[in-house]
């Protein structure tokens, strides 16, 4: 995934990004999705799975989210922070949730002279925003973030955190996002793909919001705007 947007007034030109979301690992069980379509005989568990991981692919890219946890690589041309008023700037990475067990695991900058660094870990501290939110993360006591080499304005990888996000399993998963996933799955099966117009679309997207926009809108809101 790669994008463009204008994010802290402080850089000249458009801030460029990508993410490696890695592979997509369904948030539920074919199990649970069988019982939930009451399916009572395992013949199509092919399908609902397959079904499963694009549902749950679709909701990760509409929330932006991970559902089952697995390792990210988040790449830009500047530091992706946001300024806290009387506070260093934070450096906000895509995704959620960043929950217990979770872990930034490198930062990486190009220095002034074109050459990559690792930030220390213990320069660094991350935490959630907000219940089921995404990292924030700060420098340690007077520690600043240092400036890094755009290369013109244009080195693409000037700026690499990996990190890990999302829950452990899916028995983790919370409920509400169980059942959006659930509920998706349950349209893929029953619904001829030829009948999904935009208006059935539609009402499919107002069904998944219903579930877990409480969960996830607001602290994740800028999120889907990168």
Not at 17 to 24: C, E, I, N
Not at 70 to 92: F, H, K
Not at 107 to 136: E, L
Not at 180 to 205: G, K, T, W, Y
């Amino acid at each position: 995934m790669y994008g463009s947007s204008i994010i802290p007034a402080s850089i000249p030109y458009p801030f460029q990004w990508t993410l490696d979301t890695g592979a997509v690992d369904a948030g539920v069980t074919t199990e649970s999705a069988r019982g939930y379509l009451r399916q009572v005989l395992d013949d199509q568990d092919s399908i609902i799975e397959s079904m499963c991981v694009a549902a749950t692919s679709q909701i990760e890219e509409e929330f932006g989210l991970v559902a089952i946890r697995r390792t990210l690589t988040y790449t830009s041309n500047d530091w992706p922070w946001r300024q806290q008023p009387g506070a260093w700037p934070q450096l906000q990475i895509p995704r959620a949730p960043f929950v217990d067990g979770c872990e930034i695991e490198s930062i990486k900058y190009y220095d002034s002279n074109g050459t990559q660094q690792t930030i220390d870990p213990d320069d660094y501290t991350a935490a959630k925003t907000g219940t089921h939110g995404a990292a924030a993360i700060w420098p340690v006591g007077t520690y600043q973030w240092p400036q890094i080499n755009r290369n013109n304005n244009g080195r693409p990888n000037a700026f690499e955190a990996i990190y890990t996000i999302g829950y452990e399993d899916t028995d983790a998963v919370p409920d509400l996002l169980r059942l959006a996933i659930l509920n998706l799955v349950s349209e893929m099966f029953r619904r001829d793909p030829r009948q999904v117009n935009a208006d059935v679309a539609r009402q499919i997207r107002q069904q998944t919001h219903g579930f877990i926009g409480s969960l996830y809108m607001t602290s994740n809101a800028f999120l889907r705007t990168i």
